[in-house]
């Protein structure tokens, strides 16, 4: 259930745009649902659908195209790994490969511990850093080896147990 608050917050979004283009703020809309909960349910596919006037379909091809709408909760922190193909060839698979075999878990999966969540990723962007993750859907990752990447989840695992 979206709370009252979360509502003021899609009205703030909302009144960026045209009163007859007010699902232009899904994407924003579904950012701040998330926070709030975690996740986007279908349920909370159907609370943004009906607040901003869309068909629930539409939001929920928003929901699936954007790797950032996680669909079901995720773990403390989100590694999505991008293995599209100038990433491929340059380590990303085995990135992902890697750390699949460090944290136990396959990709799609999160660990025991609630605390990592792994995905692949179509394209970051950031083809000429490859291979490239971002965690948390906010911070990149860059020219990931196999130290780094060993320096990034103890960092990680560090912060999270505090």
Do not use: W
Not at 16 to 44: F, H, N, R, W
Not at 118 to 145: H, I, K, W, Y
């Amino acid at each position: 259930m979206i709370s009252e608050e979360t509502k003021v917050r899609f009205s703030k979004e909302v009144a960026k745009y045209p009163a007859d283009q007010k699902q232009s703020a899904v994407m924003a809309c579904l950012a701040i649902a998330q926070q709030e909960l975690g996740y986007v349910s279908e349920k909370t596919e159907c609370d943004v659908a009906q607040y901003l006037g869309m068909p629930v379909m539409a939001v929920h091809e928003v929901t699936t195209f954007y790797n950032m709408y996680n669909q079901r909760p995720v773990g403390k922190y989100k590694l999505n790994v991008c293995t599209n193909l100038p990433c491929q060839l340059r380590d990303g698979v085995s990135t992902l490969k890697y750390l699949e075999k460090k944290l136990g878990i396959a990709m799609g999966e999160t660990t025991s511990d609630g605390m990592f969540t792994l995905q692949q990723s179509e394209c970051l962007g950031a083809c000429a850093d490859s291979p490239v993750m971002l965690v948390n859907d906010r911070s990149m990752c860059s020219f990931m080896t196999a130290e780094k990447l060993d320096q990034l989840i103890d960092g990680l695992r560090a912060a999270g147990d505090k």
